[in-house]
C-alpha cells in the first residue's frame, strides 16, 4: 500500500524560504502524479502544485506561481516543494498526494494522502 509522508514545515518568517518533502514508501513513485494541496484554518483545501509521474509537466496555482518550485527524484522515491518569498497567507497545513494519472493538475482528484505537515509564516 502506497503511503506518503510529509517532512519539512515549520516557523519561517516572511520573504523566508523553506523546502517541503513527501516521501514515499510501499510502492514506487515512478508511476504516479504528487499534487501539493493546503488548507489555512477555517478555508477550504486548495491545490497548490503538482507534477507529472515523467516529472515534464508541471502546474501551480496562481497565488505560489514565480514563488514555488515542484520536483521529484525517483531515484530518492520524493517529491519537494521549495517555497521561496514566503508570505503570512501561505501558513497553512500542506499535504502531498499521488495518484496513477498521466498528466497533472491542481484540480485533479488524488487517491493517495499523507497526514500532513504545517507551514507557519510569521515574524
Known amino acids: 500500500q502506497l503511503q506518503l509522508v510529509e517532512s519539512g514545515g515549520g516557523l519561517v518568517q516572511p520573504g523566508g524560504s523553506l523546502r517541503l518533502s513527501c516521501a514515499a514508501s510501499?510502492?514506487?513513485?515512478?508511476?504516479?502524479?504528487i499534487g501539493w494541496f493546503r488548507q489555512a484554518p477555517g478555508k477550504e483545501r486548495e491545490g497548490v502544485s503538482c507534477?507529472?509521474?515523467?516529472?515534464?509537466?508541471?502546474d501551480y496555482a496562481d497565488s505560489v506561481k514565480g514563488r514555488f518550485t515542484i520536483s521529484r527524484d525517483n531515484a530518492q522515491n520524493t517529491v519537494y516543494l521549495q517555497m521561496n518569498s514566503l508570505k503570512p497567507e501561505d501558513t497553512a497545513i500542506y499535504y502531498c498526494?499521488?495518484?496513477?494519472?498521466?498528466?497533472?493538475?491542481?484540480?485533479?482528484?488524488?487517491?493517495?494522502w499523507g497526514q500532513g505537515t504545517p507551514v507557519t509564516v510569521s515574524s
Open positions: 507534477i507529472s509521474s515523467s516529472g515534464r509537466n508541471t
Open positions: 510501499g510502492s514506487t513513485l515512478d508511476y504516479y502524479a
Open positions: 498526494a499521488a495518484d496513477a494519472i498521466e498528466g497533472c493538475g491542481v484540480h485533479d482528484e488524488y487517491a493517495y
